[in-house]
């Protein structure tokens, strides 16, 4: 009896979370341009919408931008990591942890209200970025992933055994060897997570891109947004069954490698 | 000859030193340099613009410190950006609406969240896994789209009128959007996954013998709840409120898109003083208040507990 009861209360809350986006998928099969009635089943809306150039170009701007502020997150964030896991006290490390992870708890409107105004200081002073393109964006987005990706890699860091790090140390490999050699496979997964959550976020954000994009750079949140001011809008059904699609089979696809790898 | 090797010995010694310490503090410095310039710099800004008057003039904001005729520095500290907020209704107003908003919705979590992550601590070892990923997939489809979904189900011409339009059961659509109660569960759906996680991991630490002891000794399951599994799944509770209080208060996107002209947050009057009123000084003196009654002594609390929590271990 009892066990039924939290299966219930299960069933409840999966339907609460997914529920909403089942209705999104059904209806972007939709010919009719209302939810309130089911004409027939038809892929008119990823049509128009694959034919559109104005999302087309956003969404290669877009990914142009999440797949460069990943890799230098990536590399940035790992570094940050070994610096917080592995070096001893230096003086400004409380520093340096705080500023590295203040970031998560950021406001995403103050975030891009404090980078925009650093952008327009900086083009005052040096002429640069002179246009407020994508790399602004790209730099913006950086900034808000490398915490999250510190912080996957050093709890990895963290749980990883060091015997090994100190027997190839002792055994006269340098420093740069031990961690390709030996740290950089051990912390792979944490490194692709990361990549992939970046890669997610910086698709997610239309906060801080808004405040930050000149006028020449446009990134699909920031379309969608836009379309989303105006209410339902089929193709924006159809654009979110694609990317619900491809960002599924991605985590699936990571998560059951990562899984693998364990055993 | 014997001073000349001594001396060889100290530079390459110095030289091996020096090599040491470069590449060493490299690698501290790349991504030291990174939050310096692209973090802590930024708030340095925001809170000097936050002292700056507004003017119409491209930066909109007059600079603080002033060289004038090459011998005289000035400076100006204007409070007057602060002072607007706590005597103007509007800003006022907006803050308690957020502060209303992030409670009933972090309080909605918890009350849909704690019978979930309950229910998955509970269940077997090998759906466990399964069910959790499926509290976190939601999560990687986009914030908008989530969003998006309950703009669907919730207009006027959306997927819930149209039900009950279709049965008869109303005859003009419910206003069911562009309310605070909206906004409300916009916000519950987007962050759900930050409150179910933490919990789960306190209640899956739960020793359930302890529960079989209080029905042994004659409690009923309600004293059984009340008198163990809610102290114990405590840090839980802290840790998944905060997760989901604190980026609530600064949303702007969901209040934006399914609260309406009257929700106006505090996320939405940053955002409108910024790109509406073009008044930055504005924008940035909300932004600092934000952070320094809400956010910081949110973040510092839960700090100090996990501390606290470690030490005990």
Request: with cysteine; aromatic share 12%.
């Amino acid at each position: 009896m009892r066990f039924k009861w939290s299966n219930f209360i299960l069933f409840l809350g999966y339907l609460f979370l997914y529920f909403p986006l089942i209705c999104i998928v059904i209806f972007s099969f939709n010919e009719s341009r209302f939810v309130a009635s089911w004409t027939r089943f038809s892929l008119k809306w990823y049509r128009e919408l694959l034919s559109d150039p104005i999302i087309l170009r956003a969404t290669y701007t877009s990914l142009k931008v999440a797949s460069l502020s990943a890799t230098v997150s990536v590399i940035l964030g790992t570094m940050a990591a070994i610096i917080i896991t592995r070096f001893p006290r230096f003086s400004g490390k409380t520093i340096f942890v705080g500023a590295i992870a203040a970031p998560l708890v950021m406001p995403e409107v103050i975030m891009g209200l404090s980078l925009l105004m650093l952008f327009v200081g900086m083009e005052k002073i040096f002429g640069w970025p002179s246009e407020n393109g994508t790399t602004t964006i790209t730099i913006a987005h950086i900034t808000l992933t490398l915490s999250y990706v510190t912080m996957l890699v050093q709890a990895r860091l963290h749980d990883l055994d060091r015997t090994l790090e100190e027997a190839a140390l002792d055994l006269g490999a340098s420093p740069l060897k031990v961690f390709f050699v030996i740290t950089l496979p051990m912390i792979s997964p944490a490194i692709i997570l990361g990549w992939l959550l970046a890669f997610a976020l910086s698709l997610d954000d239309v906060v801080i891109a808004s405040f930050v994009a000149g006028p020449g750079a446009t990134t699909l949140p920031m379309i969608v947004f836009s379309s989303l001011r105006f209410g339902i809008s089929p193709e924006i059904n159809a654009l979110a069954t694609i990317l619900m699609t491809v960002l599924s089979i991605g985590v699936i696809i990571s998560a059951v490698l990562i899984y693998k790898k364990k055993i | 000859m014997e001073m000349y090797r001594t001396e060889e010995k100290v530079i390459s010694w110095l030289a091996e030193k020096a090599k040491k310490i470069s590449g060493r503090n490299l690698l501290i410095a790349a991504p030291f340099i990174w939050i310096c310039l692209f973090f802590i710099c930024p708030c340095l800004i925001l809170i000097k613009i936050s002292f700056s008057e507004s003017v119409i003039a491209s930066p909109p904001y007059t600079s603080i410190i002033d060289w004038i005729s090459g011998y005289m520095l000035q400076i100006r500290i204007t409070l007057g950006n602060y002072m607007v907020l706590f005597t103007d209704e509007m800003y006022i107003r907006g803050f308690i609406t957020s502060v209303l908003i992030a409670g009933t919705s972090t309080a909605c979590c918890l009350i849909i969240g704690f019978p979930m992550a309950h229910a998955i601590a509970r269940s077997s070892e090998k759906i466990r896994s399964i069910l959790l990923m499926l509290v976190v997939l939601p999560f990687w489809t986009s914030f908008l789209i989530r969003v998006y979904a309950w703009i669907m189900l919730l207009s006027p011409c959306g997927f819930i009128n149209s039900l009950l339009m279709k049965f008869h059961l109303i005859d003009a659509p419910l206003q069911l959007m562009n309310n605070s109660f909206a906004a409300c569960i916009g916000i519950i759906y987007a962050y759900l996954p930050f409150m179910i996680f933490p919990l789960y991991s306190a209640i899956e630490k739960i020793d359930y013998s302890l529960i079989e002891a209080a029905y042994d000794l004659g409690g009923s399951p309600i004293t059984a709840f009340f008198s163990i599994i809610v102290p114990l799944s405590a840090p839980g509770l802290y840790a998944g409120s905060a997760l989901v209080f604190v980026p609530a208060i600064g949303e702007f996107v969901i209040p934006e898109l399914l609260g309406g002209a009257q929700t106006l947050t505090i996320g939405r009057l940053v955002w409108n003083e910024f790109f509406g009123n073009m008044s930055w000084p504005t924008a940035a003196s909300l932004s600092i208040v934000l952070l320094i009654f809400v956010v910081f002594p949110i973040v510092f609390t839960q700090k100090r507990r996990e501390i606290k929590l470690l030490s005990k271990d």
